[in-house]
């Protein structure tokens, strides 16, 4: 059976005894280890960066639809059925900074993935949404390390419209929707959260 030490603990500030051997307390324990590992307030999370969602009536046949699978630690992946059965990527408004965007000829059918849709009215940090498995905000990382926020909304395909990817449009005009109300959107990383690489937590 698994073991924790109190250095361990100590961490991820969780209280435990030196040598626990209870296998809940070790499996929590190792969770909240590999979430901290995973993400820390950063430098990069101070610049946020926007990522822009264009207006279009015709985007169901202009782009494809995106949709996600969760990963650890409450990282995402967006995957699209690409032209050119090429991964490519989005890049952030006037940055270099970039969401990849991974191929499958049907990421729903052949992956299990989960659609990704816009509420542009929505009242929380994210226009992004989807009905996520762990009924938790999910983040993709971009390529500079900041995180991008998709909220979890158990009516998203109500509440929303299929967010569409555009893999031959012009920069900042990508990712699509078609929008109630004729309004583009943006989606802005997070202003908390970054990427964090390292080892034995967060605060190594």
Do not use: C
């Amino acid at each position: 059976m698994a073991t924790i030490s109190q250095a361990d603990a100590n961490i991820i500030d969780e209280m435990a005894t030196d040598g626990d051997t209870d296998q809940s307390a070790v499996d929590r324990l190792r969770t909240r280890l590999n979430d901290r590992m995973l993400f820390k307030d950063g430098t990069n999370a101070a610049s946020s960066e926007s990522f822009a969602l264009t207006d279009d009536d015709s985007a169901a046949s202009n782009g494809v639809l995106v949709a996600a699978i969760l990963g650890p630690g409450s990282l995402m992946q967006f995957y699209s059925a690409n032209a050119g059965a090429a991964s490519v990527a989005v890049a952030a408004t006037g940055d270099t900074d970039k969401i990849p965007m991974v191929y499958n000829p049907d990421p729903v059918t052949n992956l299990g993935a989960i659609s990704v849709y816009v509420d542009e009215d929505a009242a929380g940090a994210s226009k992004l949404v989807w009905n996520s498995p762990l009924a938790a905000t999910g983040y993709i990382a971009t390529t500079d390390g900041r995180l991008l926020p998709v909220a979890h909304d158990a009516s998203a395909a109500t509440n929303g419209v299929q967010l569409y990817f555009d893999d031959d449009g012009a920069t900042d005009s990508q990712f699509l929707f078609i929008s109630p109300t004729n309004t583009a959107a943006a989606q802005t990383t997070s202003t908390t959260l970054a990427m964090f690489v390292g080892v034995g937590g967060a605060d190594a």
